[in-house]
C-alpha cells in the first residue's frame, strides 16, 4: 500500500507564512499527480490545489494568488506555500497522491495536518 505524511502544520498569525510538505511511499512507482484538499470544522471536504508531473496547477479561487503549488526535490514529495493566511484558512490540510499501486491506478491519502491562523 501507499503511504503518504504530511508536516509543516501549526499555528500562524494573520497574514503570516508556512509551508506544508508530503511524501508518499510504499508500493508507488511515480505519482502522476498530487495535491491538497482541507476541511475546516462543520465544512465539508474542499479542494485546495494540485499538481501533475508535468508540472500543471491548478489553484480554488479562495487561495489563488495566496498559495504556491510545487514538487519537492525529492521523488513523490508535493509542497505547498500558503501566504497571506487568513483565519478562514484554518483547518485540517490533506494530501493526496495519484499513481500506480502495482497494477491499479488510485488516489491515496494522509491523515491530515492542522493548521491554525489566529492572534
Known amino acids: 500500500q501507499v503511504q503518504l505524511v504530511e508536516s509543516g502544520g501549526g499555528l500562524v498569525q494573520p497574514g503570516g507564512s508556512l509551508r506544508l510538505s508530503c511524501s508518499a511511499s510504499?508500493?508507488?512507482?511515480?505519482?502522476?499527480?498530487m495535491g491538497w484538499y482541507r476541511q475546516a470544522p462543520g465544512k465539508q471536504r474542499e479542494f485546495v490545489a494540485t499538481i501533475t508531473s508535468g508540472g500543471s496547477t491548478n489553484y480554488a479561487d479562495s487561495v489563488k494568488g495566496r498559495f504556491t503549488i510545487f514538487r519537492g526535490g525529492a521523488k513523490n514529495t508535493v509542497s505547498l506555500r500558503m501566504n497571506s493566511l487568513k483565519p478562514e484558512d484554518t483547518a485540517v490540510y490533506y494530501c493526496?497522491?495519484?499513481?500506480?499501486?502495482?497494477?491499479?491506478?488510485?488516489?491515496?491519502w494522509g491523515p491530515g495536518t492542522q493548521v491554525t491562523v489566529s492572534s
Open positions: 493526496h497522491a495519484d499513481g500506480y499501486t502495482g497494477e491499479m491506478y488510485t488516489r491515496s
Open positions: 510504499g508500493n508507488i512507482f511515480t505519482a502522476n499527480a
